[in-house]
């Protein structure tokens, strides 16, 4: 499945990209595989989603929980907690 990925905040410094598009797997079938999958692409990947069980995701623009399938997404956002009012 190819996918469009968009980074925000901290996520994209430290990827040093603000976006791509990736052919995922088979096995990318939930948000947590996809995070998964994405920390072995390399050392950046693995610093920047480090702390996967802060990162928030979303798919189609509509926010989605670490356990929904990602089956159908044109776009998948990925950003850190965000504070402020």
């Keep these: 499945m190819k996918v469009k990925l ?6 994209r410094e430290r990827l040093d990209k603000p976006e791509e ?3 995922l797997p088979e096995t990318v079938v939930t948000v947590a595989d996809l995070l998964a999958h994405l920390k072995t692409l390399g050392e950046e990947y693995e610093t920047a ?37």
Excluded: K
């Design 6 to 11: 968009v980074y925000f905040a901290w996520v």
């Design 49 to 85: 989603l480090q702390h996967e069980n802060v990162i928030r995701v979303a798919i189609n623009q509509e926010h989605a929980e670490h356990d929904e399938p990602i089956a159908g997404a044109r776009e998948i956002g990925i950003f850190p907690p965000m504070t402020g009012g």
């Design 21 to 23: 598009e990736l052919d």
